[in-house]
Antibody, heavy 118, light 109 residues
Framework: QVQLVQSGSEVKKPGASVKLSCKAS????????INWVRQAPGQGLEWMGW????????TYAQGFTGRFVFSLDTSVGTAYLQINTLKGEDTAVYYC???????????WGQGTMVTVSS | DIQMTQSPSTLSASVGDRVTITCRAS??????LAWYQQKPGRVPDLLIY???TLESGVPSRFSGSGSGTEFTLTISGLQPDDIATYYC???????????FGQGTIVEIK
C-alpha cells in the first residue's frame, strides 16, 4: 500500500546535526513532491517546505531557511531532512507528507521525534 | 505569506452539541482550505478539502463552509470519538504553498 516510513527517534546535543529519512513505497516516487512538517511538543503543525522529487529542487518556508536541508535519493525512493547546528527549540516531531491529486496531504509518515538536549 | 488564524484555541462542549470552529485567512484564498483532525499521538487525518468537500469515509456530522477569508468547520452532534485537535490548512499548488492554523482543541465538558 501507499506509505511513507520515517526513521527512528533521535537524541542529539545542541550544535550537532541530524539527518532524518522518509522512505516512500506503493507509488512512483517521482510523481509526487515530499513536504516536511514540524510539530513541537504540545504545539501545532508548521509547514517547513517541500522538495520536488522530479527535479530535486527544495523550497523552504519562512523560518526554515539556513539550517534545514531537504534532499533526495531517488534510487531508493527516499527523502531526507537534515537539520544543522541543532538548538533546543528544534525538539519536535518531524513529519514527511505527500500531497495527493487534490494537493492536500493524503499520506503522512509516522513522524520522527528529535530531542535536542545537553 | 498567507497567515491562518483559528478560533477558539480550546473548545469544551457536551456530547451531542453542535460545535463550530472558525478559520480566517490573511487574504483571500478562494476555497483552497482543508481541515485535519489530529488525535493525541496520532498523525493528522484529512476531514475536508476545498472548504466544504468531505473526504471519503469521514462521518457526515462533519461539515465545512466558507470562501475567501472566512471558513468554518462544524461538528453536528459531538461524539466522544471527536476529541482531538483540529487544524485548518491553506493549500496551493504550482508552486506548492501551505499554511496551517494554530489548531483548536476540542474537549468534552
Amino acid at each position: 500500500q501507499v506509505q511513507l516510513v520515517q526513521s527512528g527517534s533521535e537524541v542529539k546535543k545542541p550544535g550537532a546535526s541530524v539527518k532524518l529519512s522518509c522512505k516512500a513505497s506503493g507509488y512512483p516516487f517521482t510523481s509526487y513532491p515530499i513536504n516536511w512538517v514540524r510539530q513541537a511538543p504540545g504545539q501545532g503543525l508548521e509547514w517547513m517546505g517541500w522538495i520536488s522529487t522530479h527535479s530535486g529542487n527544495p523550497t523552504y518556508a519562512q523560518g526554515f531557511t539556513g539550517r534545514f536541508v531537504f534532499s533526495l535519493d531517488t534510487s531508493v525512493g527516499t527523502a531526507y531532512l537534515q537539520i544543522n547546528t541543532l538548538k533546543g527549540e528544534d525538539t519536535a516531531v518531524y513529519y514527511c507528507a505527500r500531497p495527493g491529486i487534490l494537493d492536500t496531504f493524503d499520506i503522512w509518515g509516522q513522524g520522527t521525534m528529535v530531542t535536542v538536549s545537553s | 505569506d498567507i497567515q491562518m488564524t483559528q478560533s477558539p484555541s480550546t473548545l469544551s462542549a457536551s456530547v451531542g452539541d453542535r460545535v463550530t470552529i472558525t478559520c480566517r485567512a490573511s487574504q483571500s484564498i478562494n476555497s483552497w482550505l482543508a481541515w485535519y483532525q489530529q488525535k493525541p499521538g496520532r498523525v493528522p487525518d484529512l476531514l475536508i478539502y476545498k472548504a466544504s468537500t468531505l473526504e471519503s469515509g469521514v462521518p457526515s456530522r462533519f461539515s465545512g463552509s466558507g470562501s475567501g477569508t472566512e471558513f468554518t468547520l462544524t461538528i453536528s452532534g459531538l461524539q466522544p470519538d471527536d476529541i482531538a485537535t483540529y487544524y485548518c490548512q491553506y493549500y496551493n499548488s504550482y508552486p506548492y504553498m501551505y499554511s496551517f492554523g494554530q489548531g483548536t482543541i476540542v474537549e468534552i465538558k
